[in-house]
Protein backbone atom coordinates (compact mmCIF):
# COMPACT_ATOMS: atom_id res chain seq x y z
CA UNK A 1 0.00 0.00 0.00
CA UNK A 2 1.27 3.78 -1.09
CA UNK A 3 -0.13 6.76 0.79
CA UNK A 4 0.71 10.02 -0.44
CA UNK A 5 0.51 13.07 1.57
CA UNK A 6 1.92 16.71 1.67
CA UNK A 7 -0.57 18.36 -0.99
CA UNK A 8 -2.54 21.38 -0.29
CA UNK A 9 -3.61 24.85 -1.52
CA UNK A 10 -0.18 27.07 -2.35
CA UNK A 11 0.29 30.12 -4.85
CA UNK A 12 1.96 30.55 -7.68
CA UNK A 13 5.70 30.57 -7.15
CA UNK A 14 5.67 28.33 -3.99
CA UNK A 15 6.52 25.41 -3.14
CA UNK A 16 5.03 21.91 -1.93
CA UNK A 17 6.99 18.48 -0.92
CA UNK A 18 4.76 15.61 -1.36
CA UNK A 19 5.28 12.17 0.04
CA UNK A 20 4.85 8.76 0.00
CA UNK A 21 5.10 6.41 2.29
CA UNK A 22 4.69 2.30 1.56
CA UNK A 23 3.67 -0.31 3.81
CA UNK A 24 5.75 -2.81 3.19
CA UNK A 25 10.12 -2.64 3.23
CA UNK A 26 10.00 -4.22 0.38
CA UNK A 27 9.02 -1.09 -1.47
CA UNK A 28 12.58 -0.03 -0.97
CA UNK A 29 13.64 -2.59 -3.47
CA UNK A 30 11.07 -0.97 -6.42
CA UNK A 31 11.20 1.77 -8.51
CA UNK A 32 8.97 4.65 -7.91
CA UNK A 33 7.30 6.85 -9.80
CA UNK A 34 5.18 10.53 -9.51
CA UNK A 35 2.57 10.93 -11.68
CA UNK A 36 -0.49 13.34 -11.89
CA UNK A 37 -3.85 14.09 -13.50
CA UNK A 38 -5.91 17.36 -13.97
CA UNK A 39 -9.80 17.29 -14.24
CA UNK A 40 -10.54 16.05 -17.67
CA UNK A 41 -7.00 14.77 -18.59
CA UNK A 42 -5.06 12.30 -19.12
CA UNK A 43 -2.79 10.68 -16.10
CA UNK A 44 1.12 12.06 -17.04
CA UNK A 45 4.28 11.09 -15.94
CA UNK A 46 5.72 13.57 -13.99
CA UNK A 47 8.82 12.03 -12.80
CA UNK A 48 10.33 8.52 -11.21
CA UNK A 49 13.58 7.08 -9.31
CA UNK A 50 15.36 4.07 -9.26
CA UNK A 51 15.57 1.45 -6.38
CA UNK A 52 18.45 3.12 -4.57
CA UNK A 53 18.05 6.45 -5.84
CA UNK A 54 21.06 6.58 -8.07
CA UNK A 55 19.09 7.24 -11.36
CA UNK A 56 16.11 9.86 -11.84
CA UNK A 57 14.15 10.90 -14.89
CA UNK A 58 11.93 13.49 -15.47
CA UNK A 59 8.90 15.37 -17.55
CA UNK A 60 11.41 17.58 -19.93
CA UNK A 61 8.28 20.28 -19.02
CA UNK A 62 8.79 19.45 -15.10
CA UNK A 63 12.72 19.31 -14.96
CA UNK A 64 14.43 21.94 -12.92
CA UNK A 65 11.23 22.96 -10.77
CA UNK A 66 10.98 19.44 -9.28
CA UNK A 67 13.10 17.17 -7.68
CA UNK A 68 12.33 13.23 -6.86
CA UNK A 69 14.02 11.65 -4.15
CA UNK A 70 13.68 8.57 -1.52
CA UNK A 71 14.74 7.43 1.79
CA UNK A 72 14.10 3.67 2.16
CA UNK A 73 15.30 3.59 5.49
CA UNK A 74 11.78 5.19 6.00
CA UNK A 75 10.23 3.65 2.97
CA UNK A 76 8.92 7.03 1.72
CA UNK A 77 9.95 9.06 -1.96
CA UNK A 78 9.34 12.62 -1.86
CA UNK A 79 8.49 15.17 -4.65
CA UNK A 80 9.97 18.18 -4.01
CA UNK A 81 8.01 21.13 -6.04
CA UNK A 82 9.38 24.68 -6.16
CA UNK A 83 8.58 27.68 -8.65
CA UNK A 84 4.81 25.72 -8.74
CA UNK A 85 2.11 27.27 -11.27
CA UNK A 86 -1.46 27.02 -11.39
CA UNK A 87 -1.21 24.36 -14.69
CA UNK A 88 0.51 22.00 -11.85
CA UNK A 89 -2.60 21.60 -10.00
CA UNK A 90 -3.82 18.20 -10.00
CA UNK A 91 -3.94 14.82 -8.32
CA UNK A 92 -0.89 13.70 -7.66
CA UNK A 93 -0.19 9.44 -7.51
CA UNK A 94 2.82 7.80 -6.37
CA UNK A 95 3.60 4.41 -7.75
CA UNK A 96 5.64 1.33 -7.28
CA UNK A 97 7.61 -0.72 -9.89
CA UNK A 98 9.08 -4.00 -8.88
CA UNK A 99 9.66 -5.09 -12.36
CA UNK A 100 11.81 -2.09 -13.27
CA UNK A 101 13.19 -1.82 -10.18
CA UNK A 102 16.59 -0.77 -11.67
CA UNK A 103 15.02 2.19 -13.79
CA UNK A 104 13.57 4.94 -14.26
CA UNK A 105 10.34 3.74 -15.65
CA UNK A 106 7.98 6.25 -17.81
CA UNK A 107 4.72 4.58 -18.62
CA UNK A 108 2.04 4.12 -16.27
CA UNK A 109 1.50 -0.03 -17.21
CA UNK A 110 5.44 -0.33 -15.95
CA UNK A 111 3.95 0.33 -11.97
CA UNK A 112 2.16 -2.46 -10.20
CA UNK A 113 0.97 -0.45 -7.27
CA UNK A 114 -0.89 2.80 -6.96
CA UNK A 115 -1.80 5.55 -3.88
CA UNK A 116 -4.91 7.06 -3.75
CA UNK A 117 -3.61 10.07 -4.96
CA UNK A 118 -2.93 14.23 -2.72
CA UNK A 119 -4.65 17.00 -4.26
CA UNK A 120 -1.99 20.15 -5.22
CA UNK A 121 -4.25 23.51 -5.79
CA UNK A 122 -1.87 26.37 -6.98
CA UNK A 123 -3.50 29.31 -7.38
CA UNK A 124 -2.53 32.50 -9.33
Known amino acids: QLVESGGGLVQAGGSLRLSCTASEHTFSSYAMGWFRQAPGKEREFVASINWNGGSTYYADSLQGRFTISRDNAKDTVYLQMNNLKPEDTAQYFC???????????????????WGQGTQVTVSS
Open 95 to 113: AASATQYWGTPEARFEYDY
